[in-house]
């Protein structure tokens, strides 16, 4: 999802020589195929999207795979980007790094301040090493590698896999699914009570490419809208796009994880920078992308 609509905003911006690989191409966990990559591309500009994501369930499921998988995946690209010569590297990262009971909104300095949500504690290990490992660079050799972490992100090519998929594009497949069938209600996950932010990819794909150009210093900065809402109130919203006529029934059994995650944008504001697409319009585009695959 990220990796798409980076590359469309940089083809927007008329930039032709752009050097991709599906992760069917180039196996990222890979020591040497991604050596072999970088000596052979030889890139200029690299935007590290890739990792092993999943919800809630994956992340504490697959727990060895999630931070084994993201080490080895930022590791190479990270350090090939130092041997090769890379101008500037951008990686992104994920809000889940904060402390589970941080202050809300996040600000960037509040990174290693306490303890973190256990249920996705290694896909947060793993993207705080990342932070950390190019500040070491950018300290030890003058790499320019930045770090970016954006809030919960939803769009084009979304994962709306049944079990696996973030809340958002979990809910409007759920709501979608109910209206074709004719059911009476939809059943979601927790109290509705925790609070979240979402950006569009597109808005990140944005960001992303301002702070490439623009931004050059250690520490990590935030992306994302500064607004939230509880879980039920995406839910109400999601089921007024999709037009759902049923009721609402929130499943009690099931965890909630964090009570609010509320990123403090102020520092990427202060650069200029600011999201264009509002919440409900970006539903009814991801709805819209999520009908042309379905």
């Avoid at 069917?24 to 890139?43: C, G, I, S, T």
């Avoid at 904060?98 to 809300?104: E, F, I, S």
Wanted: net charge negative.
């Amino acid at each position: 999802m990220v990796g798409s609509a980076i590359l469309r905003k940089l083809q927007a911006e008329g930039y032709t020589n752009l050097i991709t690989r599906t992760s069917a191409e180039l196996d990222l966990r890979n020591q040497q195929a991604v050596a072999d990559f970088f000596k052979q591309e030889k890139p200029e500009y690299v935007f590290l999207a890739a990792a092993k994501v999943g919800g809630i369930v994956a992340n504490n499921t697959y727990r060895a795979d999630f931070l084994y998988e993201n080490l080895a995946i930022q590791n190479n690209v990270i350090h090939q980007a130092y041997e090769n010569g890379v101008k500037k590297l951008l990686f992104l990262g994920s809000s889940c790094i904060y402390p589970k009971l941080a202050p809300q909104p996040l600000k960037e300095e509040y990174l290693l301040t306490g303890p973190l949500e256990p249920t996705n504690e290694p896909y947060a290990i793993a993207k705080i090493a990342g932070i950390k490992l190019c500040d070491a660079y950018r300290d030890q050799y003058g790499c320019n590698f930045i770090s970016v972490m954006p809030t919960n992100l939803y769009g084009y090519n979304d994962n709306y896999h049944p079990e696996n998929s973030h809340v958002l594009p979990a809910l409007i497949r759920k709501f979608h699914e109910a209206k074709s069938k004719g059911e009476a209600s939809v059943s979601i996950w927790g109290s509705g009570s925790p609070k979240r932010e979402f950006l569009f990819a597109d808005d990140l794909a944005d960001a992303c490419y301002f702070l490439m150009q623009t931004y050059n210093e250690p520490n990590l900065i935030n992306i994302g809208t500064g607004e939230d809402l509880s879980i039920k109130d995406l839910a109400l919203l999601i089921k007024e796009v999709i037009g759902f006529d049923g009721e609402l029934v929130f499943d009690t059994t099931k965890p909630d994880g964090t009570p609010r995650k509320l990123m403090d944008v102020a520092k990427l504001h202060s650069l200029g920078w600011k999201h264009q697409i509002e919440l409900k319009q970006g539903i009814a585009l991801a709805y819209q992308d999520f009908l042309s695959k379905n």
